[in-house]
């Protein structure tokens, strides 16, 4: 099942839009102030969550009175934000692929809260993608390939998600590695790009942020 979760950080509306409409997500989740993305682009989720501490009730009344969409609500004194509950909620109904919109731009602590939400469905074993206009961000604990014609953007770069990920080997990029053991103070993954049609990353222990991205406008 093709998930999305809209959440209440920066979306570039155009970006959004068309990308909504080429992944056609089958289940999509409104976290908080995602509603209000919803309500402009006229789109209406599945399912909504959050304390909405950032989207009013009133404004959630107004918009569940033109679109009956189930509810969940939080106290704002809780122990998740709304995003990592939006992420559970998705897991829990059988997500097989999720997206998150609107987790990047604006505060940074809610963007590492974020990043780390990406430990929960790995854990689930769900491909999952923290996606806007100029970043693809996805998580991984074993090797992988990435295919050139469905790179997002030109650049590629990786980072541990913890101390070290050991022997990084990079196959088919512009800047190899072989047997790297990249520590969290290792900058040497910033901006690689790929170079084979078919491109392999390896690792033996760790995980791994890779990050795909393109400049801005």
């Known amino acids: 099942m093709r ?50 501490d ?69 854990a689930a074993g769900i491909p999952a993608w923290i996606l806007d206009s100029c970043n693809r961000i996805s998580l991984h604990d074993q090797a992988f390939t990435i295919r050139k014609r469905e790179q997002f953007g030109r650049f590629v770069s990786f980072f541990p998600a913890g101390e070290a990920v050991e022997n990084l080997t990079l196959e088919g990029f512009k800047y190899p590695l072989h047997n790297h053991y990249m520590t969290n103070t290792d900058s040497l993954g910033v901006s690689n790009e790929l170079q084979a049609e078919v491109a392999r990353v390896s690792f033996t222990a760790g995980i791994l942020f890779m990050v795909q991205s393109r400049d801005g406008k």
């Open 54 to 122: 950032s989207f009013s009730g009133e404004r959630l009344e107004q918009y569940l009175s033109v679109h009956p969409v189930p509810v969940r609500t939080f106290n704002p004194v809780k122990d998740a934000t709304d995003t990592e509950i939006a992420l559970r909620h998705v897991v829990e109904m059988g997500a097989g692929q999720i997206v998150l919109l609107g987790v990047t731009g604006g505060r940074m602590d809610h963007f590492l809260a974020s990043l780390q939400c990406l430990h929960i469905s790995l």
């Open 3 to 52: 998930t999305l979760i809209i959440s209440g950080g920066m979306i570039d509306r155009d970006f959004a839009l068309s990308f909504i409409q080429e992944y056609r997500p089958e289940y999509c989740v409104a976290a908080d102030k995602g509603v209000a993305f919803c309500e402009t682009a006229e789109i209406e989720p599945d399912y909504i969550v959050g304390d909405f």
